[in-house]
């Protein structure tokens, strides 16, 4: 019997249902595998970011070296610590890889960090609740020095890591600290932090100094492991330009030691002091009171300005030298020619000498000046004429910036709006200068009527590939004088260092000649009247040294100095100068025996002349030799041909051969870099001041490969300034204003 066929409508819908899905899977896996897209995101892409890492390589911050490659500023290794909060990173882990315990953890790391133990708890359970890798802890948790990272360490506390980083170090601690200023770690907006400079050089610079970072990018698994066979690529880190200032670290630490110890013994409101070169204009040394240590800013006040460049002082007696160089151009200084010493009138006003307007009776223009009399000023500005003084005052660069390499330079005024206002600014009141200025002035008068512009940067380098990105020479001014002019003050200046009546006399030094102007200003109160009194003025001295060829020009300003009744103002100011002036004058090996009989001498061309005979004719000169290698043909010679060089100065000259190492013993730090440079020696460098060892014994043949180690000692302190022959005796001028 035939039976009947009945179709089954539900097993018809189901092959409808599934094999439509079997089909839908199947057109989308075929879709996808010639796409290579789902949901219009390419598959490759998720799958490279899923196991595509990159780890960022940091670049470090560019250096501040001196003049000689000494550090000033530099990046240094440093830790930053993060705990790592996500459970699953301790799967398949023996040992616990994540914070197991954070109230512990908390308890234990507010011992060791800078955060309270509720702060550091918080942190870590943010971690855990919002399921994060990691945390950190802030600056609290970074610049950690590697022995607090080995103690934290070894407390074992699970999830605790360590990663290193960068800290910005200031290794000469206090140390032209306005000048240089300081650079802060700051968060970026993806959670990473960079040094940022805050002030100073620091942030002047901060783009050239800021590197790039470099990164490495490579692939891994799911918990971070690089996969086998796996090819990495790495983009080098760039560093930050380096910057190579014309500061000579050592001669800033004797401006620095010479100051420390005037503010601990006079106590002054604020001082600022400033060593140039006084051939070239290169800042030697700069910095001011109350400063404060750039690793920890601590002694950061409110003020963060650098008062040698951006703030204005009236000068006092300083200016009279400026004065007397525009009589002498323009022909009307007779040194001889006397005139009334104690009062002179404008009109309704009247000047007075510091004796109260006593004077000395009638006195020669040369001794009014060694006695720093207002009057014989005034009488200057008639024979001179009001505009032809000011004129010179304006070329001598006052009223306008110097035009230095740093920001915010302040101009000062030049008032010369009524009569009164260029009388006393002939003597240095009512008329605003920066330390700087008077600096630049005194080049024209230290360099035979040449004016050097001041700067402090030598040059930027590059140091991913040593190109030098900018490199500043000597800038020569208009001069505002001749030659002649310039001599004649020179030698008045030296006058009043040697003169009975001279207000300078502290300010002589043991074996070096000295010239220069004290100044006693007043200082403004802000509502057109001025503060007066012995512990109440701005005591101020400009100078140079030796006078025979000046080196060195030092600005010396002491604000309110808490002196005592058997002092004058002068004495906090001449102990700073005399300190620093000496012995960077022995650092720079100037003779200080019979200077007053060295002359300059002009280098010759040595190179490709017979050794011996060149080192007697130098030495014939008066000059010391100082020969490295002892082949027959000079190869190179230190200072170069045409450099002026004193009397009893070194030249350093280079043969080929074997190198016997000399005795350094006394050498100086300046001289011991120039004879590793030329020689090539690895000679390794201790201390500062002068060599009172060395590792092996003079005569002793030497390479590149002889490992050789120099130190030095900073030399003694000079010997206390002169004091005042009775207590009765005035030495120091203070300068009043004219009176109704």
């Given at each position: 019997?035939?039976?009947?066929?009945?179709?089954?409508?539900?097993?018809?819908?189901m092959?409808?249902?599934?094999?439509?899905?079997?089909?839908?899977l199947?057109?989308?896996?075929?879709?996808?595998?010639?796409?290579?897209?789902?949901?219009?995101?390419?598959?490759?892409?998720?799958?490279?970011?899923?196991?595509n890492r990159?780890?960022?390589?940091?670049?470090?911050?560019?250096?501040?070296l001196?003049?000689?490659?000494?550090?000033?500023?530099?990046?240094?290794?440093?830790?930053?610590?993060?705990?790592?909060?996500?459970?699953?990173?301790s799967?398949?882990?023996?040992?616990?890889?994540?914070?197991?315990?954070?109230?512990?953890?908390?308890?234990?790391?507010?011992?060791?960090?800078?955060?309270?133990?509720?702060?550091?708890?918080?942190?870590?359970?943010?971690?855990?609740?919002?399921?994060?890798?990691?945390?950190?802890?802030?600056?609290?948790?970074?610049?950690?020095?590697?022995?607090?990272m080995?103690?934290?360490?070894?407390?074992?506390?699970?999830?605790?890591?360590?990663?290193?980083?960068?800290?910005?170090?200031?290794?000469?601690?206090?140390?032209?600290?306005?000048?240089?200023?300081?650079?802060?770690?700051?968060?970026?907006?993806d959670?990473?932090?960079?040094?940022?400079?805050?002030?100073?050089?620091?942030?002047?610079?901060?783009?050239?100094?800021t590197?790039?970072?470099?990164?490495?990018?490579?692939q891994?698994?799911?918990?971070?492991?690089?996969?086998?066979?796996?090819?990495?690529m790495?983009?080098?880190?760039?560093?930050?330009y380096?910057?190579?200032?014309?500061?000579?670290?050592?001669?800033?630490?004797?401006?620095?030691?010479?100051?420390?110890?005037?503010?601990?013994?006079?106590?002054?409101?604020?001082?600022?002091?400033?060593?140039?070169?006084?051939?070239?204009?290169?800042?030697?040394a700069?910095?001011?009171?109350?400063?404060?240590?750039?690793?920890?800013?601590?002694?950061?006040?409110?003020?963060?300005?650098?008062?040698?460049?951006?703030?204005?002082?009236?000068?006092?007696?300083?200016?009279?030298?400026?004065?007397?160089?525009?009589?002498?151009?323009?022909?009307?200084?007779?040194?001889?020619e006397?005139f009334?010493?104690?009062?002179?009138?404008?009109?309704?006003?009247?000047i007075?000498?510091?004796?109260?307007?006593?004077?000395?009776?009638?006195?020669?223009?040369?001794?009014?000046?060694?006695?720093?009399?207002?009057?014989?000023?005034?009488?200057?500005?008639?024979?001179i004429?009001?505009?032809?003084?000011?004129?010179?005052?304006?070329?001598?660069?006052?009223?306008?910036?110097?035009?230095?390499d740093?920001?915010?330079?302040?101009?000062?005024?030049?008032?010369?709006?009524?009569?009164?206002?260029?009388?006393?600014?002939t003597?240095?009141?009512?008329?605003?200068?920066?330390?700087?200025?008077m600096?630049?002035?005194?080049?024209?008068?230290?360099?035979?009527?040449?004016?050097?512009?001041?700067?402090v940067?030598?040059?930027?380098?590059?140091?991913?590939?040593?190109?030098?990105?900018e490199?500043?020479?000597p800038?020569?001014?208009?001069?505002?004088?001749?030659?002649?002019?310039?001599?004649?003050?020179?030698?008045?200046?030296?006058?009043?260092?040697?003169?009975?009546?001279?207000?300078?006399?502290?300010?002589?030094?043991?074996?070096?000649?000295?010239?220069?102007?004290?100044?006693?200003?007043?200082?403004?109160k802000?509502?057109?009247?001025?503060?007066?009194?012995?512990?109440?003025?701005?005591?101020?001295?400009?100078?140079?040294?030796?006078?025979e060829?000046p080196?060195?020009?030092?600005?010396?300003?002491?604000h309110?100095?808490?002196?005592?009744?058997?002092?004058?103002?002068?004495?906090?100011?001449?102990?700073?100068?005399?300190?620093v002036?000496?012995?960077?004058?022995?650092?720079?090996?100037?003779?200080?025996?019979?200077?007053?009989?060295?002359?300059?001498?002009?280098m010759?061309?040595?190179?490709?002349?017979?050794?011996?005979?060149?080192?007697?004719?130098?030495?014939?000169?008066?000059?010391?030799?100082?020969?490295?290698?002892?082949?027959?043909?000079?190869?190179?010679?230190?200072?170069?041909?045409?450099?002026?060089?004193?009397?009893?100065?070194?030249?350093?000259?280079?043969g080929?051969?074997?190198?016997?190492?000399?005795?350094?013993?006394?050498?100086?730090?300046?001289?011991?870099?120039?004879y590793?440079?030329?020689s090539?020696?690895?000679?390794e460098?201790?201390?500062?001041?002068?060599v009172?060892?060395?590792?092996?014994t003079?005569?002793s043949?030497?390479?590149?490969?002889?490992?050789?180690?120099?130190?030095?000692?900073?030399?003694?302190?000079?010997?206390?300034?002169?004091?005042?022959?009775?207590?009765t005796?005035?030495?120091?001028?203070t300068?009043?204003?004219p009176?109704?």
């Amino acid at each position: 019997m035939n039976k009947k066929f009945r179709f089954q409508w539900g097993a018809f819908l189901m092959f409808l249902l599934y094999g439509g899905l079997f089909f839908v899977l199947l057109s989308r896996f075929v879709f996808i595998q010639v796409t290579g897209t789902a949901e219009g995101q390419s598959l490759a892409t998720k799958a490279e970011s899923k196991y595509n890492r990159v780890q960022e390589i940091p670049a470090s911050r560019g250096e501040i070296l001196d003049r000689n490659g000494e550090v000033i500023a530099e990046d240094t290794l440093s830790y930053k610590m993060i705990a790592v909060t996500r459970e699953d990173v301790s799967n398949n882990s023996s040992i616990p890889r994540h914070v197991v315990d954070p109230g512990d953890t908390a308890n234990i790391l507010a011992e060791y960090i800078d955060l309270p133990q509720e702060e550091i708890l918080e942190i870590l359970n943010n971690g855990i609740e919002k399921d994060k890798y990691q945390v950190e802890f802030g600056k609290a948790g970074r610049d950690l020095s590697h022995q607090k990272m080995l103690e934290i360490k070894s407390l074992e506390l699970p999830g605790i890591m360590f990663i290193q980083d960068l800290k910005r170090l200031y290794p000469n601690g206090t140390f032209a600290s306005h000048l240089i200023g300081f650079a802060l770690k700051e968060e970026t907006e993806d959670g990473k932090s960079k040094a940022v400079g805050k002030m100073g050089l620091e942030y002047i610079y901060d783009k050239a100094l800021t590197g790039t970072p470099g990164k490495v990018e490579y692939q891994s698994d799911t918990k971070g492991f690089l996969l086998p066979k796996a090819d990495k690529m790495v983009t080098d880190a760039q560093d930050g330009y380096n910057i190579h200032l014309t500061l000579d670290k050592t001669i800033e630490n004797f401006l620095e030691d010479a100051m420390n110890k005037a503010e601990e013994k006079y106590k002054p409101e604020k001082m600022t002091a400033i060593v140039a070169n006084a051939k070239t204009g290169e800042i030697l040394a700069m910095s001011q009171r109350p400063t404060f240590e750039p690793n920890t800013r601590e002694g950061l006040s409110t003020n963060w300005l650098n008062e040698a460049i951006e703030q204005t002082i009236e000068p006092g007696s300083t200016m009279k030298i400026f004065t007397l160089a525009s009589a002498i151009e323009e022909g009307v200084w007779n040194p001889n020619e006397k005139f009334k010493s104690g009062t002179y009138k404008v009109f309704d006003r009247t000047i007075r000498d510091h004796n109260n307007g006593l004077g000395w009776g009638p006195i020669s223009y040369l001794e009014g000046f060694q006695r720093s009399s207002n009057v014989s000023m005034a009488f200057l500005l008639n024979k001179i004429g009001d505009e032809t003084f000011i004129e010179y005052i304006r070329r001598f660069g006052f009223g306008q910036p110097t035009g230095i390499d740093l920001p915010n330079e302040a101009a000062g005024i030049v008032n010369d709006k009524y009569p009164i206002n260029r009388v006393t600014t002939t003597y240095g009141q009512g008329v605003t200068v920066t330390p700087i200025q008077m600096v630049q002035a005194m080049t024209a008068i230290a360099n035979e009527g040449t004016m050097m512009q001041p700067f402090v940067i030598d040059k930027i380098v590059n140091p991913n590939t040593g190109e030098i990105i900018e490199d500043n020479e000597p800038v020569e001014k208009k001069s505002p004088i001749s030659a002649s002019t310039a001599n004649q003050v020179k030698d008045i200046l030296e006058s009043t260092v040697t003169s009975d009546h001279g207000t300078a006399q502290r300010f002589k030094l043991e074996g070096y000649t000295s010239a220069g102007k004290t100044g006693t200003a007043q200082i403004p109160k802000g509502d057109g009247s001025y503060l007066w009194g012995r512990q109440l003025f701005l005591y101020s001295f400009l100078g140079m040294a030796p006078v025979e060829d000046p080196q060195l020009i030092v600005y010396v300003a002491v604000h309110k100095p808490k002196i005592k009744d058997t002092e004058v103002g002068s004495q906090p100011v001449a102990e700073i100068f005399n300190s620093v002036t000496e012995s960077s004058l022995k650092y720079l090996n100037i003779e200080p025996e019979n200077l007053e009989l060295s002359k300059p001498i002009t280098m010759p061309d040595l190179v490709g002349k017979n050794l011996v005979d060149i080192q007697m004719d130098l030495e014939a000169q008066g000059l010391k030799t100082v020969i490295i290698g002892q082949a027959d043909k000079v190869v190179e010679q230190y200072p170069k041909a045409g450099t002026s060089v004193i009397s009893k100065g070194t030249v350093f000259v280079k043969g080929s051969g074997e190198i016997q190492l000399p005795n350094f013993n006394g050498w100086s730090k300046r001289n011991l870099m120039i004879y590793k440079s030329l020689s090539g020696l690895p000679i390794e460098i201790i201390g500062d001041g002068y060599v009172s060892k060395q590792s092996l014994t003079a005569g002793s043949i030497v390479t590149s490969e002889t490992p050789i180690v120099v130190q030095l000692s900073t030399p003694q302190e000079v010997a206390d300034p002169v004091v005042e022959k009775e207590e009765t005796e005035e030495v120091e001028e203070t300068e009043q204003l004219p009176q109704d």
